[in-house]
């Protein structure tokens, strides 16, 4: 933008762009700006409800009417780009403008309710301020206005009030244009125009929340929010959102200590003015059942509260001996500054590289991949998809797993000219959205897929492409190797999007066997699997681990047994667990179970699970409300945000941490991990091959399951409205399969993995045979109660098992 | 000046509706014509006939096929609006009725000329009886081979489709149309892009009234020279005004554009026997009303808009002086109510104003400075609203108030139907008498 003093006669006019002015002040603009965007630009504000910078322009409001010289009718700034020599005369300096807008405004407010008092908009509503400046202070109209029964619910969380509604769309074209959810709609016409969804099909969207934002009347309204807050009451505090790793800016509202909503913030960078409705409501779970005190087994082995001395003091003795003997086992949800302490604390003061944050399905294999590829890397990012000319998703399901990945993938297929390409077993709702071209592949069957479609492989060798993976191909072996090796033969940039917010930033801290430079004399320690499987062979009776044939050697070893000590060497003499639900982990009962053969372990948590139950020290920390953090997000980007709760005294689990090793009376070497010498000495990506394809016997089949965007997730817990949102568990069964089985849709099917089985309705879907999807924790927790990930083999049967 | 029928001159024969009574005049001649000519010929021919659009705006029609952009790789369309619903017009359907072969005719040749193979004709829905002859006709004329594959030889397919509309009467909006054509909910859209480079389904699309393309053949076959003899300079040709109201024989009169209204009157047989007349619309309800002293002005473009009023449809409806005009008004502006599409909001609440403000003067319950609120409503949907819907439901009152202020003022005390007997103003009244 260029201003110039109106008496100038020179102005530069840069290439591509005009030169116009507004009120009277010349300027430039590039091409193509609309004059309402062009205003901004110089500070005048036109008023206007159905404009929003990211939908495309209706013109439906008028309220933004203005004055171009030569035009014979006021015409709508949000529609109308700016040209060359146009003259604009805003409701500032021209009576046509003002006087539009005025009677503009007499017409909104004619069938509208005027219950500000009542509504949740009143205090923060663009049709309650714009009525102040351009509005009549009495109505002129004394007939009966238009009523509808009110509110009604258009989703369980989205409720609608079709007085209150102006009919600007934006809701309308946010589900159509921006999320690709098309399942509202304007019916009727004239004054009956209203919102509405089609009978038995609710807006079940994942993005609704956005459109109860940009309302610009208090139309629509989310039953959590409801008559909770005014506006004015509310202290809002910009914040990230803790749910995945798309690192969605945000606004937390507090009142009374309490979170009352959170909005999508605005970062253009980042996830625009987006966000999903797990990030605007999952936040019930902040208050719901914390540990709110430090924890210690008594004399019967109770766990009862303790103070944090005593507390911290068991902790401290148990951890100071067990240094060179003890795993670092943490979720993936920790914030950038705690996972940093926590490998710290791993490394220089229990001597360990037994550290993991994958409590989920994981690999070496990955691990080798992250630490060599991923780790300290910054980019591809968000802007870098809205360029790409192709983007390839691998075990990457972006709707349900990195929802503002997928809205930015489906405004790069909409708005630029991206080609997505996804290599997957079905084509979801969300792949079918981004017109994705589906490469039908289940886990394990990637790489075939990907590497006999030559579409794909010169769609990769294009400059720019991206090359997105997901957490999941971590169980299909040698996928990662094929990837990272393709990438660097392609020169397509390798993206890693973990679901949860806190991996990648604990990878960057170095919490992964292998991952920090060796700072003690051992070998690379092992991760959450290796823990376990000590923990499980501690478990076994001696006798059976070591059959001895030979007399004399038995005696030999017994007598050797008998002079060491008569207590055997625990697996661990400490561990130090913190941020995960044992539920998610593969084998996560043995891990518990295995507690009992570690003298102490200590827990970090904000909510009870089995770990923490188990566990022999317990601390509570704080949540994210509750401390300054960052967040590191898919891209690489640092996500820093403030305290929400300034007055809360919880400690995070770096706190604890350091309170812990202030009781060890040791001087912890407190230097970062220092990521860049390890750059320097960046491991070479893994080369595994691929595992030989199952072979599945009758009534078998791959499982392939990936997590829905709204499930049982523990941060979801306490908001019922949500939940329902949710879309119902089904299991998926091939054509061919079904044929087989006699499975039609809506019967029941069962799924048995190693360990249990679980029941959901069959819904035929065109997918390879062979495979058989599932929720990954709708209703069943896939990995707890079937023992199975994605990629495992497992049986299907028709019907329930008793 | 005399009747001119053309597109009505053989409304008597009884299978004038036919293929073969549309050939036994020289039906269908226009196309061999029209081929050899060549597409760009044709549009110059059109384009010099000064042929100007029937339905309403009375944009210049070749200048509209000029529009479209040619050699663009993309396919083209013409669509037919014959949606005719404005209240009082009623010469697209009696045209589709008893000539629905000069339309298709036309349409082929206007098709052919902006290098359209499909075309579509939108016809009210509420006319079952329209969209059968419509339908049977383009059968017939595709036997005939004059639709279909390689037209007469000439290497030109059109496909043509007919399509029911499903009552609303945005939908003679021609991108409203065009968006019910595709499925959608029929609303204007934002212009531009204009439908001649992107109309229907996004690509160069020409939309045209039936009676303008009607015309079409006949310009084709008798030549521009022809075409121009009728009419003024800048209102060239001839029209099918259809006459309704208080006259004694309502009916469509083809005579040359600048007849005067006195004139279709006369044929007409003037007004109700015992009444005069207290005022008229030259062409549907969305144009200003004018008095009996306009009688004499010629129906052009020109001389209506000069006048304060319009041609619009060019179907004039003449009420006598049993008409209360307060009850005109709000039989229109229910009209406008009940069909303004609820985009955007001058047209969606102001008609609500409206509504409300001019059935307290229809009822006797008016309040004086409610006139002026009236007024002033009306200024704040027209040239303000979307689309023209808007500014034709803020046109009737002003215009009734600019010659008859007094009924209004007599509605904040007296209902209408005591100032004026509604029976007195029926037909059926008439005839009881």
Redesign the interface.
Known sequence: MTVSDPDSSEMTVPEGHVAFSIDGVSMTAEKGTLIIRAAEQLGIEIPRFCDHPLLD???????C?IEIEGQ???QPAC?IPVADNMIVRTQRTSKVAD??QR??M???L??HPLDCPICDKGGECPLQNQAMTAGRSET?????K?TFPKPINISAQILLDRERC??CARCTRFADEIAGDAFI?????????QVGISQDTPFDSYFAGNTVQICPVGALTNARYRFRARPFDLVSVPTICEHCASGCAMRTDVRRGEVQRRLAGDDPEVNEEWNCDKGRFGFTYLTEDRITHPMVRDEVGRLVPASWPEALGIAADALAAAAGSAAVLVGGRLTAEDAQAYSTFARTVLKTDDVDFRARPSSDEEAAFLTSTIAGTFGPTYSDLDVAPAVVLVAFEPEEESPIVFLRLRKAVTKGSTKVFAVAPWASPGLSKLDATVLAAGPGQEIAAMSGSEELMQALSQPGAVLMVGERAATSQGLLSWLAATAAQTGAHLAWVPRRAGERGALDAGLLPGAAPAMWNGETGVGFAGVIERLVAAAQPQEALVPVADEAVADELQQETADVDEEPEPPYRALLVAGFDPMDVPDGAALVAGFEQVPCVVALGTHHNDATRAADVVFPVAAVTEKAGSFTDWEGRRRPFPQVFRESLILTDASVLSAISDEMLLEPQDEPIALGAMAQSRPAAPRLSPAEPARLAPGEAVLATWHQLLDDGSMQAGEPYMAATARPPVVRVSPANASDLGISDGDPVTVTGDIGSLTLPALVTDMPSGIVWVPMNSGTNVVSALGVASGDTVRVSVGRVS | MPLTPVITAHWDEADSFTLDGYRRHGGYSALSKAFEMGPDAVIAAVKDSGLRGRGGAGFPTGLKWSFVPQNDGKPHYLVVNADESEPGACKDIPIMLANPHALIEGIIVASYAIRADHAFVYIRGEVPHVIRRVHAAVRQAHEAGYLGDNILGSGFNLNLVVHAGAGAYICGEETALLDSLEGRRGQPRLKPPFPAVAGLYACPTVVNNVETIANVPYIVNNGVDWFRSFGTDKSPGFKVFAVSGHVQRPGIYEAPLGTPMSELLDYAGGIREGHTLKFWLPGGSSVPMLTPEHIDLPMTYEAMAEAGSMMGTGTPMLYDDTTSVVRAVTGWLDFYKHESCGKCTPCREGNWFIHDLVHRFDTGRGERQQLKILDDVCGQIMGRSFCALGDAAATPFPAAMKYFADEFEAGTTTPSSQAFDPAASTVFNEVRA
């Open positions: 322009p209706v013109a439906a409001c008028r309220m009417l014979p009718k006021p529609a006087e539009a009677g503009v007499e017409f909104l004619l069938n002129r109209f004394e007939g009966p238009r102006v009919s709609d304007l019916l009727e016409r004239g004054a009956q125009q």
